[in-house]
């Protein structure tokens, strides 16, 4: 599968939004966002150009796709599943996104970002309801249990996280268990439990054209 491999720090530029993808140093002075808040590219720093409403729109999916990591197929699938669920498309696909696997052990403050995540997910580092699940992608359920491996529990980059952990906060819909190195699923996100700036209704117009 195809994967971005470049300068993370370019697509919160770009996007004009602070995304917080490479973990602690977004919290620093050296977060490139702060320093140059402006989009890349030679021409970055001229006058903000005015979108269509299709631009405005593909710009919202790609800030979106960019903030989970997810490739271009990815997230269309993960928009289809939303689209044939009842309620809102746009809070179906927020709420499937959020119940990922990878961004549930960013959420729980097991590691600094969504990419550590899926990294430390796919390394078979984590266990669900006792079982070594290592697909990122995978849809965790209300009442599942999410615990590190015994062997993972000395890793430097995991315990990082974990102590800074109330500087993040963890969401009201999951529950951490930091000394037991657990989490548990308490309900699903509900709209209002995501708090990043999307606005999915265009995201909605974009694939409905």
């Not at 808040?37 to 005015?50: C, D, I, N």
Request: net charge positive.
């Amino acid at each position: 599968m195809a994967r971005y491999i470049g300068a993370v720090c370019r697509l919160c530029r770009r996007e004009n939004l602070k995304m917080f993808l490479k973990g602690d140093r977004c919290y620093s002075d050296k977060c490139a966002f702060d320093r140059r808040s402006y989009s890349p590219g030679q021409h970055g720093q001229r006058r903000g150009r005015k979108f269509s409403d299709y631009g405005v729109q593909l710009r919202e999916k790609q800030k979106t796709k960019r903030l989970y990591g997810l490739s271009e197929k990815q997230f269309r699938l993960f928009f289809e599943r939303a689209e044939r669920q009842k309620n809102i498309t746009g809070t179906n696909l927020l709420v499937m996104l959020e119940r990922r696997l990878d961004n549930v052990v960013y959420r729980l403050g097991f590691v600094a970002s969504r990419t550590q995540g899926r990294h430390f997910v796919r390394h078979n580092h984590f266990k669900i309801n006792g079982k070594k699940i290592n697909i990122p992608s995978y849809l965790i359920k209300v009442g599942d249990i999410l615990e590190l491996n015994e062997t993972s529990r000395n890793i430097k980059a995991i315990s990082d996280s974990l102590d800074a952990v109330a500087r993040r906060g963890v969401p009201q819909w999951l529950e951490l268990e930091k000394d037991n190195f657990k989490g548990r699923i308490k309900s699903f996100p509900v709209r209002e439990d995501i708090t990043m700036p999307i606005q999915e209704q265009l995201i909605v117009e974009l694939y409905s054209k």
